[in-house]
């Protein structure tokens, strides 16, 4: 019910090209969707967020679109940079229900080869 | 991220010994979560602490684990006894205004030989 499922594991792109991570999500309850990345050694540093009373959300070369009937949501990175190469993590939160406590998916390590 | 503070960055300590990791959020922010990250693994929350009150501990293992967060000062992670399946990242994160977003510290790495 708590569990946050991301895909793939890893994704490697050429540079210029679309990245897309997928997660899928059980609770109902949930209503705040934030995306995470995460640098070697460092902590993880919020990307974008998006609540699911909206279909997508848009911040320079990141995309969240969100499908509220299917449980699902993805993050989209337009014109990938080699800067880009770090881990992302998609979380799950409900203020009423746990406290905006985070569920996180598994990480997807991302590429992006120059 | 928010000027949330963890020391030590790094702390090695040996099976049997114990550690203490502190987190510092903003002056004013009065909420703090801990999550534990294993090697290769994502996030997960440990404990959810306001000023001087636990308000959710349901990630903490029962034993050997303990977290406080005083009036005053940062708040601590302290971990009894540390066997090698302890060694992992532990950030903390500290609430924003909107009682949605998290901010994450740098994270303690604890290796525990």
């Known amino acids: 019910q708590q569990q946050v499922k991301q895909s793939p594991q890893s994704l490697i792109v050429q540079k210029g090209g679309i990245s897309i991570i997928n997660c899928a999500y059980e609770n109902t309850a949930f209503d705040y969707f934030p995306w995470y990345q995460q640098f070697p050694g460092k902590g993880p540093a919020l990307l974008i967020a998006i609540r699911p009373d909206v279909s997508e959300k848009k911040e320079g070369r990141f995309t969240i679109s969100f499908n509220k009937s299917a449980k699902q949501f993805s993050l989209h990175i337009m014109d990938s940079q080699p800067g880009d190469s770090a881990t992302y993590f998609c979380a799950a939160s409900s203020v009423e229900t746990s406290g905006s406590r985070l569920t996180f998916g598994e990480g997807t390590q991302l590429t992006v080869n120059p | 991220n928010a000027g949330v503070m963890q020391n030590p960055r790094h702390l090695v300590r040996r099976r049997g010994q114990e550690a203490r990791l502190r987190c510092s959020p903003m002056?004013?922010?009065?909420?703090v979560y801990w999550y534990r990250q294993l090697p290769e693994e994502g996030l997960k929350f440990m404990v959810y602490l306001q000023k001087e009150n636990i308000i959710d501990e349901s990630g903490m293992p029962k034993e050997r684990f303990s977290a406080e967060f005083p009036k005053e000062g940062p708040s601590i992670l302290r971990i009894q006894q540390v066997v090698r399946g302890d060694s992992a990242a532990y950030f903390c994160a500290t609430l924003a205004g909107n009682q949605e977003t998290q901010y994450f510290g740098p994270g303690t790495r604890l290796l525990v030989l």
């Open positions: 002056k004013g922010h009065s909420h």
